[in-house]
């Protein structure tokens, strides 16, 4: 499985504290089938997007786990004005991998009305936005019909592989449901920050879908598509009609 959203660079956001943190969390993806990791810490008005730190410690985490598990970088990006401007400028600063993909995360508060014209301006540069844990946003539960648009425009979803087990409530559990059945869910990501409460695992979430959807849908959302995410080639979705399961025939989409 491959992780595209997590926090474990220590001491650079609210994930990881100390570097054995930051070793432990890894230890533990790699012990439950994570093969391939992206740490992306957070770009937003409280912790400030370093990327030569970023470098820095991903050199000596990939050293230091000696090939137990692939690591790339990433950020968790907040959409505010001076880092839209600044990612715009600078596409491959913040992307996954220096590729295609960016982590792009909502405010939880409200849907500014310039999304639209951001989220044209990001592909037109060349960044695909991967809107992160909408299912977790009280602003986006709101906004399915936009969520819908913006992935008809060129957009994806990740949810977090805990919401589905329940860890964020009843309520982000309901909604993650409800966008896996309308199609609304590309890849599943940990947004780990930590060993015990929210920790880098996928396997459970993978057993989860394979058992109560499709298990190539599990695959495609926590094995393919994150593989493409990590290439920066196009997305392939193999699409599930709201409420079927353990059903094999495809309809294939491309963003």
């Known amino acids: 499985m491959i992780d595209v959203h997590s926090h474990i660079l220590w001491d650079l956001d609210d994930g990881a504290r100390t570097f054995d943190d930051s070793m432990a969390m890894l230890r533990m993806a790699a012990q439950t089938g994570t093969t391939d990791i992206v740490a992306t810490p957070h770009a937003n008005s409280q912790f400030a997007f370093r990327p030569e730190a970023v470098e820095e410690k991903l050199s000596l985490l990939r050293e230091s786990t000696a090939g137990l598990i692939r690591i790339h970088s990433g950020c968790d990006f907040h ?57 977790r946003n009280l602003a986006l539960q709101q906004r399915l019909d ?10 994806l979803v990740q949810v977090t592989a805990q919401s589905l087990l329940g860890r964020f409530g009843s309520k982000s559990q309901r909604f993650a449901e409800l966008l896996l059945k309308k199609n609304l869910v590309h890849v599943i990501a940990s947004d780990a920050h930590d060993s015990t409460d929210r920790p880098p695992r996928l396997d459970l979430a993978y057993a989860y879908i394979a058992e109560n959807y499709n298990p190539e849908l599990a695959r495609r959302l926590f094995v393919e598509n994150p593989a493409k995410v990590l ?20 309809r294939w989409f491309r963003w």
């Open 146 to 155: 936009d969520l819908s648009r913006w992935v008809k425009g060129g957009c």
């Open 231 to 250: 290439e920066g080639g196009p997305i392939y979705v193999d699409a599930l009609e709201p409420g079927q399961r353990h059903d094999t025939r495809r």
């Open 79 to 135: 959409l505010h004005y001076d880092n839209i401007q600044d990612a715009l400028a600078n596409p491959a600063k913040y992307t996954i991998a220096h590729r295609s993909y960016l982590l792009v995360e909502f405010s939880e508060m409200f849907v500014a009305r310039q999304i639209d014209a951001v989220v044209s301006k990001m592909l037109a540069a060349g960044i695909v936005p991967i809107i992160t844990h909408p299912e």
